[in-house]
């Protein structure tokens, strides 16, 4: 459906539950120019953004906010076997249920990120929960990669560490490994059950 609410058909090349992202064909679609794509990577904590969806049922609506945070480790995709974790865009532009799949943009237009989910504080109207003013988007730089693993392949692909980490072993000294997987690239790297992570690269990991 466009802006117009004319109605098309498309196919479905291909999905991601885990990012839930799809790659639609719509042939019928001549006229639309497709939106810019900005760079993740060139975000700075407190640009403007603007973030467009559906939220409630309310369609087409736009909230204006600014970017919160970078990096933002948050799990996505509804079902234990679809739970991947992404390095979030955080928000505070409002993003509430129907926000999610709706692009976030900066003031220039560009799309930066891909609305996915928010942080609640509790029920609201219908027993859904509202924005707080913690909203999250996929990096769109995330969503060009899966989009191209998705044109190429049909399916997209995720990576993978093979170690569980004891998130209540919240120290602020490093991450401490609880289980690595037989076999797992984090067995191949050398990690052992009962490591602590204080390091990765030139990143000091605190927790």
Same mark, same amino acid.
């Given at each position: ?92 532009? $409002?993003?509430?249920? /129907?926000?999610?799949? &709706?692009?976030? !943009?900066?003031? %220039? @237009?560009? *799309? ?73 690239? $984090?067995?191949?790297? /050398?990690?052992?059950? &009962?490591?602590? !992570?204080?390091? %990765? @690269?030139? *990143?000091?990991?605190?927790?």
């Amino acid at each position: 459906v466009d802006h117009k609410g004319r109605r098309y058909k498309a196919d479905v090349v291909g999905r991601s539950a885990v990012y839930d992202l799809a790659v639609l064909d719509v042939p019928e679609v001549k006229e639309l120019e497709p939106a810019s794509l900005g760079s993740t990577s060139r975000l700075r904590i407190g640009e403007g953004v603007v973030a467009i969806g559906s939220p409630l049922g309310l369609s087409s609506t736009v909230t204006s906010g600014i970017v919160s945070a970078l990096q933002r480790p948050v799990s996505t995709g509804q079902t234990e076997d679809d739970t991947s974790y992404i390095n979030a865009v955080q928000t505070d532009a $409002a993003i509430n249920p /129907g926000n999610s799949g &709706g692009p976030l !943009v900066n003031l %220039v @237009g560009q *799309v930066i990120g891909v609305n996915s989910a928010i942080a609640t504080a509790g029920g609201g109207e219908g027993g859904e929960a509202g924005s707080i003013g913690v909203g999250f988007a996929i990096p769109i730089d995330q969503v060009k990669v899966t989009a191209a693993q998705i044109l190429k392949t049909g399916k997209a692909t995720y990576p993978i560490v093979g170690a569980s980490v004891d998130v209540q072993a919240a120290d602020h000294n490093g991450a401490l490994i609880s289980v690595v997987d037989a076999g797992s690239p $984090a067995a191949a790297g /050398g990690l052992k059950d &009962g490591d602590r !992570v204080t390091k %990765v @690269g030139d *990143v000091t990991v605190t927790d």
